[in-house]
């Protein structure tokens, strides 16, 4: 039982950090009605790995290799923040008054444009399935001290910055289905929130993999919105409802040697069903 708890500590510790920032950033995309920003975002982010990991293989079939220098582990991870910082600043100009077609369909066409590319490109990669299967579930039971580390201190960087400009975000999404904004610089804001964004979203991504990761951000922030209109309110009962799915999820795992990934989803949907329910009771009762 000690070892077990023991083996737990990492993943867990990863997956709180995780919830912290995206029950915040949940609520920003939920009042902004962009719900699949963030799996879109994820699969730009892991496309600039797969293709750093596709020419890897290229030129080692004439004996080069640039992910063996030692700064390999960067080099996936830069690729990964530029398509994150290509895909803001499209985003951020595609919220346009003059452009009659809605952004959220520009986000499918960037999810299923980075997909697409995605399964071409692990096809003809040396274990790609493999690939395939961390990118969509990801490995958050295998999380290591060193990964939490590095999410710790992004979530602590991200975070503070967005706190320190709570105001200007809150506004901005308040008032983002309006064509009128009184906020001055408001692409610019709007740009920092998508670039931000996508900075957690690849490191989250690495850890907890797409599903995971959309799952963190939709189903705590809709659990959340039941029962609060107050920022404040919403990050705590998301944070609530996601750390009760994940301490359940993450111990079924390893008891009977289940995916995390599925059981924490599984999990998450199901508190949400019981809090539909019960708010459902509640109106029933003040009827």
Same mark, same amino acid.
């Given at each position: &039982?000690?070892?077990?708890?023991?083996?737990?500590?990492?993943?867990? &510790?990863?997956?709180?950090?995780?919830?912290?920032?995206?029950?915040?950033?949940?609520? +920003?995309?939920?009042?902004?009605?962009?719900?699949?920003?963030?799996?879109?975002?994820?699969?730009?982010?892991?496309?600039?790995?797969?293709?750093?990991?596709?020419?890897?293989?290229? !030129?080692?079939?004439?004996?080069?290799? !640039?992910?063996?220098?030692?700064? +390999?582990?960067?080099?996936?991870?830069?690729?990964?923040?530029?398509?994150?910082?290509?895909?803001?600043?499209?985003?951020?100009?595609?919220?346009?008054?003059?452009?009659?077609?809605?952004?959220?369909?520009?986000?499918?066409?960037?999810?299923? !444009?980075?997909?697409?590319?995605?399964?071409?490109?692990?096809?003809?990669?040396?274990?790609?399935?493999?690939?395939? +299967?961390?990118?969509?579930?990801?490995?958050?039971?295998?999380?290591?001290?060193?990964?939490?580390? *590095?999410? $710790?201190?992004?979530?602590?960087?991200? $975070?503070?910055?967005?706190?320190?400009?709570?105001?200007?975000?809150?506004?901005?999404?308040?008032?983002?289905?309006?064509?009128?904004?009184? =906020? *001055?610089?408001?692409?610019?804001?709007?740009?920092?929130?998508?670039?931000?964004?996508?900075?957690?979203?690849?490191?989250? =991504? *690495?850890? $907890?993999?797409?599903?995971?990761?959309?799952?963190?951000?939709?189903?705590?922030?809709?659990?959340?919105?039941?029962?609060?209109?107050?920022?404040? +309110?919403?990050?705590?009962?998301?944070?609530?409802?996601?750390?009760?799915?994940?301490?359940?999820?993450?111990?079924?795992?390893?008891?009977?040697?289940?995916?995390?990934?599925?059981?924490?989803?599984?999990?998450? $949907?199901?508190?949400?069903?019981?809090?539909?329910? !019960?708010?459902?009771?509640?109106?029933?009762?003040?009827?």
């Amino acid at each position: &039982m000690i070892s077990g708890f023991q083996f737990l500590v990492a993943p867990l &510790m990863a997956s709180l950090l995780l919830l912290v920032i995206t029950s915040y950033f949940g609520i +920003h995309v939920l009042k902004r009605e962009i719900i699949f920003i963030d799996i879109a975002l994820a699969q730009v982010a892991a496309l600039g790995g797969i293709v750093t990991i596709f020419f890897d293989q290229a !030129f080692n079939i004439h004996g080069i290799s !640039f992910l063996n220098i030692p700064l +390999h582990d960067i080099l996936p991870y830069l690729l990964s923040l530029i398509y994150c910082l290509i895909a803001a600043l499209i985003f951020t100009f595609l919220k346009n008054p003059k452009i009659t077609v809605p952004i959220e369909a520009f986000i499918g066409i960037a999810y299923a !444009f980075a997909t697409t590319a995605a399964v071409i490109i692990l096809d003809k990669s040396a274990g790609g399935d493999v690939h395939i +299967h961390d990118l969509l579930t990801g490995t958050i039971l295998w999380t290591s001290w060193p990964q939490v580390l *590095r999410l $710790g201190i992004i979530v602590l960087i991200i $975070g503070s910055f967005h706190y320190i400009f709570k105001n200007r975000f809150i506004q901005l999404t308040d008032t983002y289905a309006g064509r009128n904004h009184s =906020i *001055r610089y408001y692409k610019l804001w709007d740009f920092l929130f998508y670039f931000t964004f996508g900075i957690v979203i690849i490191e989250a =991504i *690495r850890i $907890g993999g797409i599903l995971t990761v959309f799952a963190f951000l939709i189903l705590p922030a809709s659990f959340s919105a039941l029962f609060s209109a107050r920022w404040d +309110h919403r990050i705590f009962f998301g944070l609530c409802s996601g750390i009760i799915a994940t301490v359940i999820g993450l111990s079924l795992s390893w008891t009977f040697d289940i995916t995390s990934s599925p059981l924490i989803i599984l999990f998450l $949907g199901l508190l949400l069903t019981l809090g539909i329910i !019960f708010k459902r009771l509640l109106k029933l009762q003040k009827a």
